[in-house]
T-cell receptor, first 111, second 114 residues
Framework: EDQVTQSPEALRLQEGESSSLNCSYTVSGLRGLFWYRQDPGKGPEFLFTLYSAGEEKEKERLKATLTKKESFLHITAPKPEDSATYLC????????????FGDGTTLTVKP | NAGVMQNPRHLVRRRGQEARLRCSPM?????VYWYRQLPEEGLKFMVY????????ESGMPKERFSAEFPKEGPSILRIQQVVRGDSAAYFC????????????FGQGTRLTVV
């Protein structure tokens, strides 16, 4: 069974204080890993797809990286508007279309 | 270009009633996925549908839950004889095709069973 574990569960940062969120996964035949952002009361918003170890993607203050066992979401000089829950998900094997999600990391950035 | 549309946004049902949740995918998307998010938990896969076909329903509870995606109209997630444990946020996502593609989510339907 595919498993995704995100850490920490919650992270509080001061504005401008860079940090990283971790997503560890155990799957049989990773096809891709996704990062989403979810604001309270809303649906997940797609951020990145990573396909293979060594790949990196960037968007504004966010950078996602992938190894064979985990992915990191690096947040550089965060702002209060980056406060949200960040979700990691994987698609693996022959489970076309089915994503397995982690429980998320709730990020709070204080001004 | 409208995104994934779900309705209603909020639904209150008494125990034993039926709940019907609707999802219209993004234009050009023919694949629909339903996920459930219980309070303080992550998203759990329920079912994957294409037009008139259920592709993967491995996450659906065996009883009371059903889903369809007809040739015309929205996808429907139906919960019969709701119980308090069904209270959750139900999210629909859509994607344009098979293979590895990111899915785009709707805003969800928050079901409360009283």
């Amino acid at each position: 069974e595919d498993q995704v574990t995100q850490s920490p569960e919650a992270l509080r940062l001061q504005e401008g204080e860079s940090s990283s969120l971790n997503c560890s996964y155990t799957v049989s035949g990773l096809r891709g890993l996704f990062w989403y952002r979810q604001d309270p009361g809303k649906g997940p918003e797609f951020l990145f797809t990573l396909y293979s170890a060594g790949e990196e993607k960037e968007k504004e203050r966010l950078k996602a990286t992938l190894t064979k066992k985990e992915s990191f979401l690096h947040i550089t000089a965060p702002k209060p508007e980056d406060s949200a829950t960040y979700l990691c998900a994987v698609q693996a094997g022959t489970n076309a279309g089915k994503s397995t999600f982690g429980d998320g990391t709730t990020l709070t950035v204080k001004p | 270009n409208a995104g994934v549309m779900q309705n209603p946004r909020h639904l209150v049902r008494r125990r034993g009633q039926e709940a019907r949740l609707r999802c219209s995918p993004m234009k050009g998307h023919s694949h629909v996925y339903w996920y459930r998010q219980l309070p303080e938990e992550g998203l759990k896969f329920m079912v994957y549908l294409q037009k008139e076909n259920i592709i993967d329903e491995s996450g659906m509870p065996k009883e009371r839950f059903s889903a369809e995606f007809p040739k015309e109209g929205p996808s429907i997630l139906r919960i019969q004889q709701v119980v308090r444990g069904d209270s959750a946020a139900y999210f629909c996502a859509s994607s344009p095709g098979t293979g590895l593609t990111e899915a785009f989510f709707g805003q969800g339907t928050r079901l409360t069973v009283v």
